[in-house]
């Protein structure tokens, strides 16, 4: 928000904020355990700036319930570091709340090693998710040990772009990984 409040002697200013949409839901394990500490949040990219992206955490039972979600097509994800991601649609509506369960399942390792031209390993390299499913939310990253080695835990199943960074190098981009 700008106002300049020098002008015509304005000195106070009012701003309305609309309700946003709510998503309640439930999230296990594959076993129908209930799990606790699960972040959800609900959007479609990360990196946008002036946005934040609606979150919550789950309860020791395992239960949430995500306000602020803009009313329309909506995206709402559940992130673990130790189970696989797990994302689904949903239309927020403001006249009635949606009901979203999600299972989590446990997730593949993604492992490799990253060298140099000459085959030299390269250490201390960080790989950071960026893109899964068409969406800019799902974030994993790791850095590489003293042989170039790496391990992504608990990836999904479908593909995931990757990002390779270190300093002094040129970075690979877009790099796409399944376990």
């Known amino acids: ?16 904020l609309k309700p946003g949409a709510v998503v309640n839901g439930r999230v296990t394990a594959k076993d129908g355990s209930p799990l606790a500490g699960i972040a959800i949040q ?13 979150a919550t955490t789950t309860d020791a039972q395992g239960r949430y319930r995500l306000g602020g979600i803009e009313a329309g097509q909506a995206i709402v994800h559940a992130f673990s570091e130790k189970h696989a991601p797990a994302m689904t649609k ?33 250490n201390d390299a960080w790989l950071v998710t960026d893109t899964w ?29 990757v990002d390779v960074i270190k300093e002094n190098y040129v970075s690979k981009r877009d790099l796409t990984v399944t376990p």
Do not use: C, Y
Not at 1 to 16: H, Q
Not at 42 to 54: A, E, H, I, T
Not at 133 to 159: C, I, K, S, W, Y
């Open 1 to 16: 928000f700008n106002l300049n409040l020098d002008a015509d002697g304005v000195t106070e200013v009012e701003w309305k």
């Open 42 to 54: 609900s959007g479609f990219d990360r990196f946008s700036s002036n946005r934040k992206n609606p």
């Open 133 to 161: 499913n068409g969406v800019r939310m799902f974030r994993r990253e790791t850095q590489t040990d003293a042989d170039g080695r790496f391990e992504l835990e608990h990836m999904p199943a479908t593909p995931t772009r």
């Open 90 to 122: 949903v239309l927020a509506e403001l006249s009635r709340p949606a009901e979203i369960d999600f299972v989590l399942e446990p997730g593949q390792p993604v492992t490799g090693q990253v060298t140099d031209p000459a085959g030299k390993p390269v």
